[in-house]
């Protein structure tokens, strides 16, 4: 039997008092939480999965819970996203579910995150995106940015700007348009999401020889550790999903704690 892998990891970084990333695999949700080791989780290749990561935004009040209410809501719909037009949708649905919670408490006014994940088909990947948060594949080929920056044009010898030109949540009260492509499922091909965290500081050269000389778990260690070396300034999230025949898989919650519906499921 065919069987997708996940390996995550969140953290909150060498500067900041606390975490504002969350990530959801599946029925499982880390919400603005910490964990020390990566947990990895086995889910049957088949009904549809969503892996995300969403970077709730600085400067902006309550980015936890930003992020924590979209992966919640990706949670929920997990299994049921049957094409690219349910992405739109849900992406829609939290954008519009941000802002009520906007307007309920004025301390929570513009609150807003990114959003990066796929969703694993039976024989498909959707790719899709809101903000900075990235998806990579890696294969034969090396690897490929998947996802789309939301930045401005960056003047020459600048790498990388807080400044995003849309996400969910925020000010705006049209929906953001996501960025979503979608892509043939091969074994040999892996994807990593990660937030800014990771991109900012550490290249898409560093990035490849990890995921060229480790896989799993390990590879997400190494590129944690690649970014704590590098000063690691902001959260860290991080989560690399592979594909293979695996005869016995069972999902772990080791570390991983959520919030909000549905917090008992099992993968």
């Known amino acids: 039997m065919r069987y997708v892998s996940v390996a995550a990891l969140s953290h909150e970084g060498l500067l900041r008092d606390h975490n504002e990333d969350s990530v959801v695999v599946g029925p499982w949700t880390l919400c603005a939480t910490v964990t020390r080791a990566p947990a990895t989780f086995h889910f049957p290749v ?7 990561i969403a970077d709730g ?5 309550a980015g936890d819970e930003a992020s924590s209410l979209v992966v919640r809501y990706l949670a929920a719909a997990n299994g049921a996203i049957a094409g690219s037009d349910d992405v739109g949708k849900l992406i829609e ?5 941000l802002l009520a919670e906007s307007r309920r408490d004025a301390a929570r006014s513009g609150m807003a995150t990114t959003v990066a994940g796929v969703v694993i088909g039976s024989d498909s990947v959707i790719v899709f995106n809101v903000g900075d948060s990235r998806v990579y594949a890696f294969g034969p080929r090396g690897l490929q940015l998947c996802s789309v920056d939301d930045n401005p044009p960056l003047p020459p010898g600048v790498r990388h700007t807080s400044v995003l030109t849309q996400s969910i949540g925020g000010f705006d009260p049209a929906p953001p348009s996501p960025h979503i492509t979608i892509r043939e499922l091969a074994d040999d091909v892996s994807y990593l999401l990660c937030s800014d965290g990771l991109t900012d500081v550490v290249d898409d050269v560093r990035i490849a020889q990890v995921l060229e000389a480790d896989d799993g778990a390990r590879a997400i260690f190494e590129l944690w550790r690649a970014t704590i070396d590098a000063g690691a300034p902001d959260n ?8 293979g025949d695996i005869a016995q898989a069972t999902g772990t919650e080791a570390d991983v704690r959520g919030s909000g519906p549905p917090r008992t499921m099992n993968a």
């Open 46 to 52: 088949g009904d549809p999965l969503v892996v995300a």
């Open 57 to 61: 935004l600085g400067g902006h009040p």
């Open 93 to 97: 649905l939290c954008h519009r579910a």
């Open 236 to 243: 860290i999230s991080l989560a690399l999903v592979e594909f």
